[in-house]
T-cell receptor
Framework: EAQVTQNPRYLITVTGKKLTVTCSQN?????MSWYRQDPGLGLRQIYY???????DKGDVPEGYKVSRKEKRNFPLILESPSPNQTSLYFC???????????????FGPGTRLTVL | QKEVEQNSGPLSVPEGAIASLNCTYS??????FFWYRQYSGKSPELIMS??SNGDKEDGRFTAQLNKASQYVSLLIRDSQPSDSATYLC?????????????WGLGTSLAVNP
């Protein structure tokens, strides 16, 4: 089954404790991205990756890191989480960049993160 | 003016009625338009995409695009309670040397049995 998976689905942590949210897709998609979704602010892109070893900042990259060492995986790293990073996070993938193409984005199930 | 605007709703319609969802955008050069559906606590999923002026139909869903007036709409015919969700409009806009996918905040739809 074609899918995007994320882990963990729910996470409660404390300020400053490094964490990683994993994302994996099995569709051989080149493009992957991370979004956060907050009430009243909608979906905002954090980082995206056009291909292996090619990543770039989205609209709200501060406090986050990513890496793309393999085509299928695109982990999101919070080196020192803060309460303002409490949010619902989605990983998404598409065959190519949705910005310049008509490719559908497929979203993972989401990770609800709470930083105390 | 926001780049992509939607009425937040909630839009409430009776079962079997037509639900009409609207989205306006600021960039006249936009060429790709998407409607995603998001159930509460779930991830967005693509419902329709449209690229040319006019109507595009897929089952009970019709997307309508009017580039001159800079709006795109989604009609849901014979609305069902299972259509109750938030509908997100996404538009490719010009951002300097690149294009960017911008998301509206979504319209909440409630279909009442």
């Amino acid at each position: 089954e074609a899918q995007v998976t994320q882990n963990p689905r729910y996470l409660i942590t404390v300020t400053g404790k490094k964490l990683t949210v994993t994302c994996s897709q099995n569709m051989n998609h080149e493009y992957m991205s991370w979004y956060r979704q907050d009430p009243g602010l909608g979906l905002r892109q954090i980082y995206y990756s056009m291909n292996v070893e090619v990543t770039d900042k989205g609209d709200v990259p501060e406090g986050y890191k990513v890496s793309r060492k393999e085509k299928r995986n695109f982990p999101l790293i919070l080196e020192s989480p803060s309460p303002n990073q409490t949010s619902l996070y989605f990983c998404a993938s598409s065959l190519s960049s949705p910005q310049g193409s008509r490719d559908t984005q497929y979203f993972g199930p989401g990770t609800r993160l709470t930083v105390l | 003016q926001k780049e992509v605007e939607q009425n937040s709703g909630p839009l409430s319609v009776p079962e079997g009625a037509i639900a009409s969802l609207n989205c306006t955008y600021s960039d006249r050069g936009s060429q790709s338009f998407f409607w995603y559906r998001q159930y509460s606590g779930k991830s967005p999923e693509l419902i329709m995409s449209i690229y040319s002026n006019g109507d595009k139909e897929d089952g009970r869903f019709t997307a309508q695009l009017n580039k001159a007036s800079q709006y795109v709409s989604l009609l849901i015919r014979d609305s069902q309670p299972s259509d109750s969700a938030t509908y997100l409009c996404a538009v490719n806009i010009n951002a300097g040397n690149n294009r960017k996918l911008i998301w509206g905040l979504g319209t909440s739809l409630a279909v009442n049995p």
